[in-house]
């Protein structure tokens, strides 16, 4: 696999292609990797997802819901893409399920603990390395101690960069020499917690070895919710940190559930690659994405998301957002998926995810364009203008609406 740089502009990221060198499929950054659970995209079938996109995907595989899968994979050969339904897509290998907390500590020397619905495992490099081999991802990255995030001690961070270098170099060993590997893409993890020192010597450390396809900045948040919740300006202040030193031929890419906003500015200062936990989150939660991200079309919402469980949704019978084109729009309305809700249909989450993830994916080309026409800053204030005015809604809400108290006259007459 090859990374280009079609567009970069200094102030409003960049514009790049992943290619597949042996097919020539390509993929436009900044880029969406798919996450799975088990492989498969949560709640939506192969034939639904086809619906949303005809565009190639790259999976992201988590070996925490798929190493199970080891033994049979070992005797299918093609590798997890093709073994999981789709082997037109590609695949990235990771360790953690972005889209749930991961347990902190219960470190051992020489081995990362890791978490799969079995209970507690340990990984060292040449078994991480051996289910690396018979998954056969397109991109996968080394072996990393990423259990850090905002509240980690300094002694914390500075063995996470250390023993995280260890990992890279028994892990670099395997892959220079693996038959099986020699085209897919090697990406090092840049670890240091938000420890500016500590992110310096992980870059310079992992920046000597020209093997290195691309960079993972990590150990910032520990998955799930974590990632939606850190400060904006404590993000901008590390990553950029980051950003400046690692070398600007290869993609960089961030994995978790970052908001719309901050993925806005990570993509401002040049980070390429994301994954949709976002999406899987805000479906679980019942959540319907409303977001502008059209600059050259009117405002249609003051709001980021709509809560669907909302009881003053219950008579709303309106898409979850006027003119979307998703499946889920064209048919339902709010109040039939607040219904579902209710009843723990699990419709309700099918049609969120199918709108979600139709939105995000809008939301990404919408990126690309703004980008390629320098218009991003423009683009992050249009979402910002969306946001603050969530904020204040918010704050409306401890007042009645005046619906409210409008209805039970209108229901009594
Ligand atoms: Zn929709």
Redesign the pocket.
């Known amino acids: 696999m090859k990374f280009a740089v079609e567009v970069a502009s200094k102030l409003s990221g960049r514009v790049g292609c992943l290619v597949q060198t042996e097919t020539g499929q390509k993929f436009p950054t900044p880029l969406l990797l798919q996450t799975t659970k088990g492989g498969s995209i949560p709640y939506l079938s192969r034939e639904v997802f086809k619906y949303l996109t005809e565009d190639s995907q790259i999976l992201e595989i988590c070996l925490s819901t798929t190493d199970h899968m080891e033994e049979a994979l070992k005797a299918f050969k093609s590798g997890i893409a093709s073994f999981v339904g789709f082997p037109e897509y590609l695949s990235f290998v990771t360790l953690k399920d972005p889209c749930e907390e991961s347990p902190s500590g219960f470190h051992v020397k020489d081995a990362v603990p890791f978490f799969t619905r079995r209970g507690k495992k340990e990984l060292t490099a040449d078994r991480f390395m051996d289910i690396i081999e018979v998954f056969k991802p397109n991109i996968y990255h080394s072996l990393c101690d990423n259990d850090t995030d905002i509240n980690s001690s300094k002694k914390r961070v500075i063995k996470s960069v250390d023993r995280t270098e260890n990992f890279f170099k028994a892990c670099l060993e395997r892959h220079k020499i693996s038959e099986t590997l020699r085209n897919s893409l090697f990406f090092a993890p840049i670890v240091g917690g938000y420890n500016k020192h500590a992110r310096s010597q992980s870059i310079e450390f992992v920046s000597k070895h020209p093997e290195v396809g691309g960079f993972m900045i990590d150990g910032l948040h520990s998955n799930g919710e974590h990632a939606t919740k850190i400060p904006r300006e404590s993000l901008k202040d590390i990553v950029s940190h980051c950003v400046q030193k690692l070398n600007t031929d290869k993609p960089k890419m961030m994995l978790g559930a970052y908001t719309p906003l901050a993925v806005l500015e990570l993509i401002r200062l040049g980070v390429d690659i994301f994954d949709t936990s976002y999406i899987y989150l805000t479906s679980t939660n019942s959540q319907?994405l409303v977001f502008d991200y059209n600059l050259a079309a009117e405002k249609r919402s003051n709001h980021l998301a709509l809560d669907l469980n909302d009881e003053s949704y219950a008579e709303d019978f309106t898409?979850?957002?006027e003119g979307?084109?998703?499946?889920?729009?064209?048919k339902h309305t709010k109040a039939y998926i607040n219904h579902l809700i209710k009843t723990k249909e699990l419709l309700g989450p099918i049609l969120l995810m199918?709108?979600n993830m139709?939105?995000y994916l809008m939301f990404f080309e919408s990126i690309r364009n703004c980008i390629a026409g320098d218009k991003l800053p423009e683009l992050i204030q249009l979402v910002e203008g969306c946001v603050s005015e969530e904020t204040v809604a918010k704050e409306d809400k401890k007042i009645p609406p005046i619906l409210e108290q409008v209805e039970p006259a209108s229901v009594a007459t």
Do not use: K
């Not at 979307?324 to 064209?330: D, H, N």
């Open positions: 319907g898409p979850i957002l979307c084109s998703c499946l889920a729009c064209q199918i709108h139709h939105h």
